[in-house]
């Protein structure tokens, strides 16, 4: 079984960085592809990036590229998303997930994904 934490969200001010980290619990070994996503009441989950097993290949969504980098650190764990230039069309509850089934390919689709954290929020505001 696959658990998923998010943590580190916040309010800031735009232009303010943040960063998300993703704490992941599995069996030792579960290989996955990780991504991140954002949702605002009454709109669809929306892609933010998403990341290989081993993290070189990494895509994102226009609307974050050259602000926003995602990461991972396999040997803890752990997945991030760096947030920097931050505005207020930023403010959303962000997600970390998970794939586990096969095939392993990166997917910018919520179905692409097994495991969903529970979110957290970030505001951008004055």
């Known amino acids: 079984q696959v658990q998923l934490r998010e943590s580190g969200g916040g309010l800031v001010q735009p232009g303010e960085s943040l960063r998300l980290s993703c704490t992941v619990s599995?069996?030792?070994?579960?290989?996955?592809?990780m991504a991140w996503f954002r949702q605002v009441p009454g709109r669809e989950r929306e892609f933010v990036a998403t990341m290989s097993e081993s993290g070189a290949l990494i895509e994102y969504s226009g609307s974050v590229k050259g602000r926003f980098t995602a990461s991972r650190d396999n040997a803890k764990n752990m997945a991030y998303l760096q947030m920097n230039q931050l505005r207020p069309d930023d403010t959303a509850a962000y997600y970390c997930?998970?794939?586990?089934?096969?095939?392993?390919?990166?997917?910018?689709?919520?179905?692409?994904?097994?495991?969903w954290g529970q979110g957290t929020q970030v505001t951008v505001s004055l």
């Open positions: 599995a069996r030792a070994n579960t290989r996955m592809i």
């Open positions: 997930a998970a794939r586990t089934r096969i095939p392993l390919v990166v997917g910018q689709s919520t179905g692409a994904y097994d495991h």
